[in-house]
């Protein structure tokens, strides 16, 4: 075999420490030669990264995207706060759309695929089953829009990859619903959940292992990634009581009309089975996706909970 052979692909992910940039680490540094940025949270590896506000150093990504000229791109940077968004449209915007064009434009340029993750939230959730990638986006929310503004940017270029997913959880630090759900019921503390809003909450390492499909068997466009069950998060919750053994008298049923400056979807159910078809990989469903969580906190230590 020829040195060539041995070389691993260089991958960069803008963002190293989200949630699903973290588990893309965990899916990819076997095969891949792994590079990554941060904003204010350095990742605990020995990969390199490079320290980067792409707000305040917006013009920085474009060289250091040429300079190191990787195979593939990933980007999981954005506000992950829907209400924020609806009042700093100038940010959001800046953070979603105006960067992801610099990306894309760079990308381009060293002929590497760019791959980015959007939302439910692109849909105005009137439909009554779940959304596959024909359906007509329609956002309610200034985030929606903003993340449906860059998804056609993204798909302007034929080989970058666009991942829709929605309520993503995983045994990590930055698992916002499950670890606000798990550390209250802990506690003992009462916690409302919405009964009229529900989504495909998906598990993070499904989508990990969606992209590494994706990109070793060389597949390009638009794909939704989540979760097959489609519930409320007052049944999440109570699911989330179940297996871990907490009180489910806990958790209260509520609406969520009025209580949110961004309205979202009622529906964020998304269907998946392009993807699955195309990759041969069925995601996890809610009983699958927390049992998994379950096993990776055997593994992974207890900070946060
Ligand atoms: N999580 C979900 O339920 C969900 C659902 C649908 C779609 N998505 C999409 O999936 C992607 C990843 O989401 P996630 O939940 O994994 O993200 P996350 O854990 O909330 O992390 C957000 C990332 O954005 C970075 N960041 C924020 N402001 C930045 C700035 N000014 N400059 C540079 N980096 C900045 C953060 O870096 P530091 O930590 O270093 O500051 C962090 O790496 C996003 O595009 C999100 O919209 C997520």
Not at 223 to 245: E, M, N, Q
Request: with cysteine; charged share 20%.
């Amino acid at each position: 075999m020829g040195q060539i052979d041995l070389m691993k692909k260089k991958l960069l992910i803008i963002g190293g420490a989200s949630l699903i940039g973290s588990t893309i680490i965990n899916e990819f540094k076997n095969d891949y030669d792994i590079h990554l940025t941060y904003n204010k949270t350095p990742v605990n590896s020995n990969f390199s990264q490079t320290k980067l506000n792409l707000l305040d150093e917006r013009n920085q990504i474009s060289s250091v995207i040429s300079n190191l000229n990787p195979d593939v791109v990933v980007n999981t940077v954005a506000y992950p706060n829907v209400d924020f968004c609806e009042t700093h449209h100038d940010e959001a915007n800046l953070l979603h759309v105006s960067i992801t064009d610099d990306l894309v434009s760079v990308c381009s340029d060293i002929s590497s695929p760019l791959v980015y993750f959007s939302t439910d939230a692109v849909f105005d959730g009137t439909k009554s089953i779940k959304y596959t990638e024909d359906d007509i986006t329609s956002p309610l929310s200034y985030y929606g829009k903003t993340k449906r503004d860059a998804e056609k940017i993204i798909l302007n270029i034929n080989e970058n990859i666009v991942l829709r997913t929605t309520v993503v959880y995983d045994w990590h630090i930055r698992s916002r619903f499950t670890n606000w759900v798990l550390k209250n019921l802990k506690q003992g503390s009462k916690i409302t959940a919405f009964t009229d809003q529900s989504n495909t909450a998906t598990l993070a390492g499904d989508i990990s292992h969606s992209l590494f499909c994706l990109l070793d068997q060389h597949h390009s466009g638009l794909f939704h990634c989540a979760g097959k069950t489609c519930l409320s998060r007052y049944d999440f919750a109570i699911k989330l009581a179940d297996y871990f053994g907490y009180d489910k008298k806990l958790i209260i049923p509520t609406i969520s009309k009025n209580t949110q400056s961004a309205s979202r979807p009622e529906n964020g159910c998304l269907d998946s089975s392009k993807l699955e078809e195309l990759i041969n990989f069925k995601l996890s469903n809610i009983d699958q996706g927390i049992t998994s969580m379950i096993n990776s906190s055997k593994t992974i230590p207890d900070i946060f909970l």
